[in-house]
């Protein structure tokens, strides 16, 4: 059974910076596909930012481009976010996720495990 957990949520204002971490456990963290995703209240899940398994390959959503860097180190089981120049419509719960397999795409049928969410806030 795979777990995720995630940690490094938080308040912050605006223009501030937070750092996501989500440990993983259960298969071969180093063959999938992570990802980030969030859901903002009265909003649907969105996609975030996603990684191959080997970290060389990364993908992100349009208005987070240039802002946050996913990155992941296999010899320890995690995936990062890092999160600089926070706006307020960044606030959601953040999720990690693993991919079906060692690239995905930004669909949320294409990731079979889930964390169980992290907070994210920003406001001055």
């Known amino acids: 059974q795979v777990q995720l957990i995630e940690s490094g949520g938080g308040s912050v204002q605006p223009g501030g910076s937070l750092r996501l971490s989500c440990a993983a456990s259960?298969?071969?963290?180093?063959?999938?596909?992570m990802g980030w995703f969030r859901q903002a209240p009265g909003k649907e899940r969105e996609f975030v930012a996603r990684?191959?398994?080997?970290?060389?390959?990364?993908s992100y959503t349009d208005s987070v481009k240039g802002r946050f860097t996913i990155s992941r180190d296999n010899a320890k089981n995690t995936v990062y976010l890092q999160m600089n120049s926070l706006k307020p419509e960044d606030t959601a719960v953040y999720y990690c996720?693993?991919?079906?397999?060692?690239?995905?795409?930004?669909?949320?049928?294409?990731?079979?495990?889930w964390g169980q969410g992290t907070q994210v806030t920003v406001s001055s």
């Open positions: 996720t693993q991919g079906r397999r060692g690239w995905v795409g930004a669909e949320i049928p294409e990731y079979d495990y």
């Open positions: 259960g298969r071969t963290f180093g063959s999938y596909a």
């Open positions: 990684i191959s398994y080997s970290g060389r390959t990364t």
